[in-house]
């Protein structure tokens, strides 16, 4: 599972979607560039890969969160009743629950013996540390792109490469005269509709 919580639509000074929001749309061939939105792909890939192993270990549903332009595990979604509590704190808003630095032992305990409840607390918080992904971000990918991660947070921006081209959106009209952005002056322009069937596509076959 994975939740956004940046999501956001640009609107008019009327309140209405602003059919502008998107105000930069480019594809590109240049090396460089598709070079380091492939590494940011291969780290997400890398991330959703060791999200789903920890879920398997766990018997559970990791829940992943973005934030700006970070990507990292907030709890996870697991089925059970009042036991889970002795382990894990309590579910949030998402079904997500993070586990408890010390297990929660109750009183009046007379199938479980209260080292048993501690040695399998230690072998959770054994798979968590050891295999619960680190949080990504994209912000070194952006600013190898010449762009400023500043502004991705303030207007938005996504990218990804299809074949040997890499596909650019931003939600604002950046100086093509600065240092760092001649290969988006030289870039061709796409429509925002080519860029979102594109992506929805690739998002649909991952």
Not at 11 to 35: E, L, N
Request: hydrophobic residues 40%; proline residues 5%.
């Amino acid at each position: 599972m994975h939740v956004d919580l940046n999501s956001w639509t640009l609107t008019s000074a009327c309140g209405a979607p602003d059919k502008t929001a998107y105000r930069t749309c480019r594809v590109t061939s240049d090396s460089g560039i598709v070079q380091a939105i492939r590494e940011w792909e291969a780290k997400v890939a890398g991330f959703e890969n060791a999200k789903q192993r920890l879920g398997h270990l766990l018997r559970g549903t990791p829940v992943s969160f973005t934030w700006l332009q970070g990507r990292f595990i907030g709890g996870i979604q697991l089925v059970g009743g009042v036991e889970l509590d002795r382990h894990w704190r309590r579910a949030d808003r998402y079904g997500a629950r993070t586990l408890r630095l010390r297990a929660r032992i109750p009183t009046n305990l007379r199938l479980l013996t209260p080292s048993t409840i501690q040695d399998k607390h230690e072998r959770l918080l054994d798979i968590w540390q050891q295999h619960c992904p680190a949080r990504i971000d994209a912000d070194p990918t952006w600013q190898a792109l010449g762009i400023g991660p500043g502004s991705i947070s303030l207007w938005g921006g996504d990218f990804f490469v299809q074949g040997e081209r890499a596909y650019v959106r931003l939600g604002f009209e950046p100086q093509l005269d600065q240092p760092g952005l001649e290969w988006l002056a030289d870039a061709d322009p796409v429509a925002p509709e080519e860029f979102a069937d594109l992506h929805n596509q690739r998002s649909a076959a991952a």
